[in-house]
């Protein structure tokens, strides 16, 4: 069961192409140029919610496309989802905490 389940790990890792990590690159490129130009624009107090949304967009796009998440074992993708959500309930408290000081 152990060789099998190596053989359709890697046949599914076989299927993305250099085209498609080009794509991939293209848009984390897109973004972080948007989010530079946000940075000129004053949007009050929707900055932060907006620079943390599109670093999220981008986390997400490499995990998944560069660090292959989406062909690991489903208990490592679980282990990943409770970190970040470790994460953003340490991220979420800061803010609180900040805002009503």
């Known amino acids: 069961m152990q060789a099998s389940d190596e053989i359709d790990r890697s046949d599914r890792s076989l299927a993305t192409t250099y085209g498609h990590y080009v794509l991939i690159w ?15 624009i004053n949007l009050g ?11 999220g967009i981008k986390s997400t796009m490499v995990l998944f496309h560069f660090m292959h998440l989406r062909t690991e074992d489903r208990i490592f993708r679980i282990f990943v989802l409770v970190s970040l959500l470790t994460l ?8 609180f905490d900040y805002a009503f000081r």
């Open 26 to 40: 293209i848009g984390l490129v897109a973004l972080t140029t948007l989010t530079v130009a946000l940075a000129g």
């Open 88 to 95: 953003t309930i340490f991220v979420v408290l800061t803010f």
């Open 45 to 55: 107090r929707w900055v932060i919610l907006t620079a943390l949304s599109i670093a």
